[in-house]
């Protein structure tokens, strides 16, 4: 029965520690990419003017370079988080993949495990019971 367990040395095992890994490492660059995006947006917010501040020194001139400057690191940061968000979307579809193949990997085995059981217990109605036949 050990044999049916064993795998080819050139198949990847993908195991919930390399699974919740990369889960760690997900969280980890999502986490870190936040706190950037956070320090990024006080930053901004610093070297920002008040209305009053705008009022007193700017001209019409100024305020336009001003708005184009503005809107040109809003664009920058906004195509950046989408970068972002879609390295989290490949990441979470490459783990979702891999969830599944392992998952389909242990359905195939489970049901060929419950056939050679049945197999080799099928004059034996107890065992067949546990494993759902009405054992007739």
């Given amino acids: 029965m050990q044999n049916l367990c064993m795998r080819s040395k050139l198949t990847p095992v993908i195991t919930s520690d390399l ?6 490492n997900l969280i980890g660059f999502i986490a ?5 995006l956070r ?26 370079r001003l708005d184009g ?14 970068g972002d968000i879609e390295q ?12 599944s193949s392992r998952l389909h990997h242990v359905e195939g085995q489970l049901s060929r495990l419950r056939s050679a059981v049945y197999v080799l217990s099928k004059d034996r109605p107890d065992v067949l019971r546990l494993l759902g036949q009405n054992g007739g």
């Fill in 69 to 82: 400057r503005l809107s040109e690191r809003l664009e920058a940061a906004t195509t950046g988080i989408r």
């Fill in 32 to 36: 870190s990419t936040v706190e950037k």
């Fill in 39 to 64: 320090d990024e947006v006080a930053n901004m917010r610093e070297q920002m003017a008040t209305k009053a501040d705008l009022r007193q020194v700017a001209t019409k001139e100024d305020l336009a």
């Fill in 88 to 99: 989290v979307h490949l990441g979470l579809d490459g783990i979702e993949r891999a969830v």
């Fill in 19 to 24: 699974v919740s890994e990369s889960s760690e």
